[in-house]
């Protein structure tokens, strides 16, 4: 039980002796604050809802309520004002916290909230046939650690690769190359070939409107199975797979399920005849749609006047094989934000249905990656490519262990650890419905608040620990005053913060929670550093020391990798 958990415990039983028997400590707790000034005290208990229940003024309530909180973790209470200021014990509470990380290592912070109920996650979903763009790493990073967060909190995340591998686009594509395209051309360079003819259709269906009509000719043909269609639909996926398994292995992002859009289309009938038999079904101009007037929302289109399926029938068909497979606790789709209202569609026509899980779906929006302040466009040619900005971020990473590290062991490891890193922290330190500037220089600058910042905070707490021949250990012994600088304080309250942290990361699908927090705890720990002398002479005042030193280094590795990051112990 954390320390905060103890001094709510002891404000719920002084408040229950004054009378008061409805506010329980989880109530408490949510009242803690945290005073802006830390000579006002640790923790702070705002008295003003209590005012109504003891017919008080809340500064004589929080006089009464000082003199009867008392033991440890805290060493006094004080009331100013309408509030109650409390001061911890800070030695119990270094021991406390400290000991638990000891013992705990990578599990500290860790619940079983989820009682270990499956979570599908939807995420990267990338369009085969197309480049792996830096638009489409916001939805990979943020959903790989998102189900991080989510493990961590007790649940069984199930990452599902949504691949898009369906579509008009496909009918597109197939025209054109079947206008345009070199077979060996295609297959030398797959990516960039068949890119190239994607934007040449849309610059000649300018010139020639007719092609679009094509385009959705050949998709059909795809649907009604034509062996032809079939068989240029299968080859571009194959060779679009291969290129993006590139990329998620050098992001250590791994998949459960790469069953794409094509996956669902022998499930669609079923959806469409569910709706049926639901009457839920409207035919608007010859297509069916569900009506969704009595939310203020648009029809959902099902099935369009030729017959075609759209994303709703084939993500309602998605849903269903989702909850009936893996009888979810929650269902995750990280998907940009131009699509909030397709998932409210999504979510209101299965309420519609009566799927009373419909509710424990959640569209994780997220902001655009912007180049030049503008979305980038795969249609334009537009794009900046994931893999040519890993790869550079890679080569400037190594650069820099060259000139600084040269006999550094494992250099090319270190350099891919640091380097994909800083392009995964740059993205998650930002809160994911903010839009991001594609910038070169901000990405890469291993400096401040960025990724190889933290690791290399890292690093060298972990060579502290090799200079003090540090011996592993899971109990905190501290001798008194070791630890009694404010900088030493700092860092244990932002330790002591790390449940927490995760919990509201959870709560609230944010990374960014986690992001912020490894980079305080990281600048709190150089100030540590750069004031207390951490290998003294005494060694037992040496031992206490690295043993918080130890805490911060599991902490800040387990920060990392929820996040995606590796923690190299040099750098």
């Given at each position: 039980?954390?320390?905060?958990?103890?001094?709510?415990?002891?404000?719920?039983?002084?408040?229950?002796?004054?009378?008061?028997?409805?506010?329980?400590?989880?109530?408490?707790?949510?009242?803690?604050?945290?005073?802006?000034?830390?000579?006002m005290?640790?923790?702070a208990?705002?008295?003003?809802?209590l005012?109504?229940?003891?017919?008080?003024?809340?500064?004589?309530?929080?006089?009464?309520?000082?003199?009867?909180?008392?033991?440890?973790p805290?060493r006094?209470?004080?009331?100013?004002?309408?509030?109650?200021?409390?001061f911890?014990d800070?030695?119990?509470?270094?021991?406390?916290?400290?000991?638990?990380?000891?013992?705990?290592?990578?599990?500290y912070?860790?619940?079983q909230?989820?009682?270990g109920?499956?979570?599908?996650?939807?995420?990267?979903?990338?369009?085969?046939?197309?480049?792996?763009?830096?638009?489409?790493?916001?939805?990979?990073?943020?959903?790989?650690?998102?189900?991080?967060?989510?493990?961590?909190?007790?649940y069984?995340?199930?990452?599902?690769?949504?691949?898009?591998?369906?579509?008009?686009?496909?009918?597109?594509?197939?025209?054109?190359?079947?206008?345009?395209?070199?077979?060996e051309?295609?297959?030398?360079?797959?990516?960039?070939?068949?890119?190239?003819?994607?934007?040449?259709?849309?610059?000649?269906?300018?010139?020639?409107?007719?092609l679009?009509?094509?385009?959705?000719?050949?998709?059909?043909k795809?649907e009604?199975?034509?062996?032809?269609?079939?068989?240029?639909?299968k080859?571009?996926?194959?060779?679009?797979?291969?290129?993006?398994?590139?990329?998620?292995?050098?992001m250590?992002?791994?998949?459960?399920s790469?069953?794409?859009?094509a996956?669902?289309?022998?499930?669609?009938?079923?959806?469409?005849?569910?709706?049926?038999?639901?009457?839920?079904?409207?035919?608007?101009?010859?297509?069916l749609?569900?009506?969704?007037?009595?939310?203020?929302?648009?029809?959902?289109?099902?099935?369009?006047?030729?017959?075609?399926?759209?994303?709703?029938?084939?993500?309602?068909?998605?849903?269903?094989?989702?909850?009936?497979?893996?009888?979810?606790?929650?269902a995750?789709?990280?998907v940009?934000?131009?699509?909030?209202?397709?998932f409210?569609?999504?979510y209101?026509?299965?309420e519609?249905?009566?799927?009373?899980w419909?509710?424990?779906?959640?569209?994780i929006?997220?902001g655009?990656?912007?180049k030049?302040?503008?979305?980038?466009?795969?249609?334009?040619?537009?794009?900046?490519?994931?893999?040519?900005?890993?790869?550079?971020?890679?080569?400037?990473?190594?650069?820099?262990?060259?000139?600084?590290?040269p006999?550094?062991a494992?250099?090319?490891?270190?350099?891919?650890?640091?380097?994909?890193?800083?392009?995964?922290?740059?993205?998650?330190?930002?809160?994911?419905?903010?839009?991001?500037?594609?910038?070169?220089?901000?990405?890469?600058?291993?400096?401040?608040?960025t990724g190889?910042?933290?690791?290399y905070?890292h690093?060298?707490?972990?060579?502290?620990?090799r200079?003090?021949?540090?011996?592993?250990?899971?109990?905190?012994?501290?001798v008194?005053g070791?630890?009694?600088?404010?900088?030493?304080?700092?860092?244990i309250?932002?330790?002591?913060?790390?449940?927490e942290?995760?919990?509201?990361?959870?709560d609230?699908?944010?990374?960014?929670?986690?992001?912020?927090?490894?980079?305080?705890?990281?600048?709190?720990?150089?100030?540590?550093?750069?004031?207390?002398?951490?290998?003294?002479e005494?060694?037992?005042?040496?031992?206490?020391?690295?043993?918080l030193?130890?805490?911060?280094v599991?902490?800040?590795?387990?920060?990392?990798?929820?996040?995606?990051?590796?923690?190299?112990?040099?750098?």
């Amino acid at each position: 039980m954390s320390y905060k958990h103890q001094v709510a415990e002891k404000i719920a039983a002084a408040l229950t002796s004054l009378g008061v028997d409805t506010f329980p400590t989880e109530t408490v707790y949510g009242m803690l604050e945290t005073p802006p000034n830390p000579a006002m005290g640790d923790i702070a208990f705002p008295c003003f809802q209590l005012a109504k229940a003891l017919r008080k003024a809340p500064p004589m309530i929080a006089t009464e309520l000082a003199e009867k909180i008392e033991g440890a973790p805290l060493r006094s209470a004080q009331a100013v004002g309408p509030y109650v200021n409390l001061f911890l014990d800070q030695e119990n509470v270094a021991a406390q916290v400290i000991g638990t990380i000891l013992e705990q290592g990578s599990a500290y912070g860790s619940s079983q909230v989820g009682q270990g109920r499956k979570v599908p996650i939807d995420l990267s979903s990338p369009n085969i046939a197309k480049p792996f763009s830096m638009g489409h790493l916001r939805s990979t990073v943020i959903g790989n650690a998102i189900a991080n967060i989510m493990e961590k909190r007790g649940y069984q995340p199930v990452r599902i690769n949504h691949l898009g591998d369906w579509g008009t686009q496909f009918g597109k594509l197939i025209v054109a190359y079947r206008l345009w395209g070199d077979e060996e051309k295609v297959k030398a360079e797959p990516i960039k070939e068949l890119l190239s003819l994607y934007v040449r259709f849309h610059e000649e269906a300018e010139k020639d409107p007719t092609l679009e009509d094509q385009g959705r000719e050949w998709f059909k043909k795809l649907e009604d199975g034509d062996a032809e269609a079939q068989h240029l639909w299968k080859w571009f996926r194959d060779e679009s797979l291969k290129e993006f398994m590139k990329i998620y292995e050098l992001m250590n992002v791994s998949f459960d399920s790469t069953h794409g859009e094509a996956f669902y289309n022998d499930k669609m009938d079923r959806v469409v005849t569910l709706l049926e038999e639901k009457g839920l079904l409207t035919e608007s101009d010859g297509a069916l749609v569900v009506n969704l007037d009595e939310y203020n929302m648009p029809p959902c289109l099902i099935k369009k006047s030729d017959g075609a399926t759209l994303y709703a029938t084939r993500d309602l068909a998605a849903a269903l094989y989702r909850h009936e497979t893996y009888d979810f606790a929650k269902a995750l789709y990280v998907v940009g934000n131009e699509q909030r209202l397709h998932f409210q569609q999504l979510y209101k026509v299965l309420e519609k249905m009566g799927y009373a899980w419909s509710a424990d779906m959640h569209h994780i929006p997220f902001g655009m990656m912007l180049k030049d302040g503008k979305k980038m466009s795969t249609r334009k040619g537009k794009v900046v490519l994931l893999e040519e900005v890993l790869a550079q971020a890679i080569a400037d990473v190594q650069k820099v262990i060259e000139e600084k590290n040269p006999t550094l062991a494992n250099k090319e490891e270190v350099a891919r650890q640091v380097g994909v890193g800083a392009v995964i922290f740059h993205d998650l330190k930002n809160y994911r419905l903010n839009d991001i500037n594609f910038s070169w220089e901000e990405m890469l600058t291993f400096e401040g608040e960025t990724g190889p910042y933290v690791q290399y905070t890292h690093a060298r707490a972990c060579s502290i620990l090799r200079k003090g021949n540090y011996q592993p250990q899971t109990t905190a012994s501290l001798v008194p005053g070791a630890l009694d600088s404010k900088e030493a304080w700092a860092v244990i309250t932002l330790l002591n913060g790390f449940p927490e942290v995760i919990e509201r990361a959870s709560d609230n699908f944010d990374p960014s929670q986690i992001g912020k927090y490894v980079i305080d705890l990281a600048q709190s720990f150089n100030k540590f550093y750069a004031n207390v002398r951490i290998l003294a002479e005494e060694e037992d005042v040496k031992a206490s020391r690295l043993q918080l030193v130890a805490a911060v280094v599991a902490v800040l590795k387990e920060g990392l990798r929820l996040l995606g990051l590796a923690a190299p112990e040099e750098m």
